[in-house]
C-alpha cells in the first residue's frame, strides 16, 4: 500500500525521498513534546489510527500526505482496521471536496485537483476490495472531484451521488453497480470502464468517451450523452428511456434490446 501512496504523490506533484522525510517529520511533529514522538513507535495500532485521523480534521496539506502513509501502513498491518480507513478518507475528501453547483465553478469543467485530495482518491482506488466490509458502500457523493485521475480505479457499488467527475480519468475504472445518479461526468474518459448496472440516471455524459465501456443492464434514464463516443460500447438491456443522444453516432444494432 505504500507503494500506492507513493505514485499517488508522484500523480499529483513532484516529490522527491527528501520530500516525503520532511512531511513525516512535520506529522510527527504535531504531538506536544519530543517525548511522545519519541514514544509514537510503541503505540498501538489502535492509538496510531485515531491520531492520524483526528490530524485530517485539519488544514495542512503536507501532514495530510504524511498521514496517509501512516494510515496505509496501519491497514497492510492491521486490516481489521480497513473499513474504518476507507470511511475517514471518504469523509476527509467529502469535506475537503463538496459539491459546487456549476454556476459556482468558476474553471468548469477543467480544474486542477488538490494534491492530498488525489492521493486519499489513489488510496481508496488501490484498496484491497477483499477487505470491504460485505454489503457497506463508499459514500463519495456531493463531492468535486473533477479532473481526478481513476484510472483502473475499483469504485464497484460506490455511492457517487451527484458527484462532479468532469475531465476524470476513469479508464478501465470498475463502476459495476455504481450509483452515479445526477453525477456529471462530462468529458470524462470511460473507455474500457466497466459501468455494468451502474445507475445513470439524469447523468451528464456529454462529451464523455465511452469506447469500449460496459453498459450492460445500465440506467441511463434521463442521462445526457450529448457528443459522447460510444464505439464498441455494450448497451445490451440498458435502459435508454429519453436519453438524449444528440451528436452521437450509434448503429441502431448496438442499442440491443434497450
Request: charged share 20%; net charge positive; hydrophobic share 40%.
Given at each position: 500500500?505504500?507503494?500506492?501512496?507513493?505514485?499517488?504523490?508522484?500523480?499529483?506533484?513532484?516529490?522527491?525521498?527528501?520530500?516525503?522525510?520532511?512531511?513525516?517529520?512535520?506529522?510527527?511533529?504535531?504531538?506536544?513534546?519530543?517525548?511522545?514522538?519519541?514514544?509514537?513507535?510503541?503505540?498501538?495500532?489502535?492509538?496510531?489510527?485515531?491520531?492520524?485521523?483526528?490530524?485530517?480534521?485539519?488544514?495542512?496539506?503536507?501532514?495530510?500526505?504524511?498521514?496517509?502513509?501512516?494510515?496505509?501502513q496501519i491497514a497492510q498491518k492491521e486490516p481489521k482496521f480497513h473499513w474504518k480507513i476507507m470511511e475517514a478518507l471518504t469523509n476527509f475528501i467529502r469535506n475537503n471536496a463538496p459539491y459546487l453547483p456549476q454556476e459556482e465553478v468558476k474553471d468548469y469543467p477543467f480544474s486542477r485537483i488538490r494534491a492530498d485530495i488525489q492521493a486519499a482518491l489513489t488510496f481508496i482506488a488501490k484498496r484491497n476490495i477483499q477487505q470491504d466490509i460485505e454489503n457497506n458502500q463508499l459514500d463519495l457523493s456531493h463531492t468535486d472531484i473533477r479532473g481526478a485521475n481513476l484510472s483502473g480505479a475499483n469504485l464497484q457499488q460506490t455511492n457517487l451521488y451527484q458527484t462532479n467527475l468532469a475531465g476524470?480519468?476513469?479508464?478501465?475504472?470498475?463502476?459495476?453497480g455504481a450509483i452515479l445518479t445526477a453525477a456529471n461526468l462530462s468529458g470524462a474518459n470511460l473507455t474500457g470502464a466497466n459501468l455494468k448496472e451502474a445507475i445513470l440516471s439524469a447523468a451528464n455524459l456529454s462529451g464523455a468517451n465511452l469506447s469500449g465501456a460496459n453498459l450492460n443492464r445500465a440506467n441511463l434514464y434521463l442521462a445526457k450523452l450529448d457528443g459522447a463516443i460510444l464505439k464498441d460500447a455494450i448497451l445490451n438491456e440498458a435502459n435508454l428511456r429519453e436519453t438524449e443522444f444528440s451528436g452521437v453516432n450509434l448503429p441502431r444494432t448496438q442499442l440491443g434490446d434497450a
Open positions: 500500500m505504500f507503494k500506492v501512496i507513493k505514485s499517488a504523490y508522484q500523480t499529483a506533484k513532484t516529490w522527491n525521498s527528501g520530500n516525503i522525510v520532511r512531511f513525516k517529520k512535520i506529522y510527527l511533529g504535531i504531538f506536544a513534546n519530543q517525548k511522545k514522538v519519541e514514544l509514537i513507535p510503541n503505540y498501538s495500532y489502535t492509538q496510531r489510527l485515531k491520531l492520524a485521523i483526528e490530524q485530517l480534521e485539519g488544514e495542512n496539506r503536507e501532514i495530510n500526505l504524511a498521514v496517509f502513509d501512516d494510515l496505509a476524470a480519468n476513469l479508464c478501465s475504472a470498475n463502476l459495476h
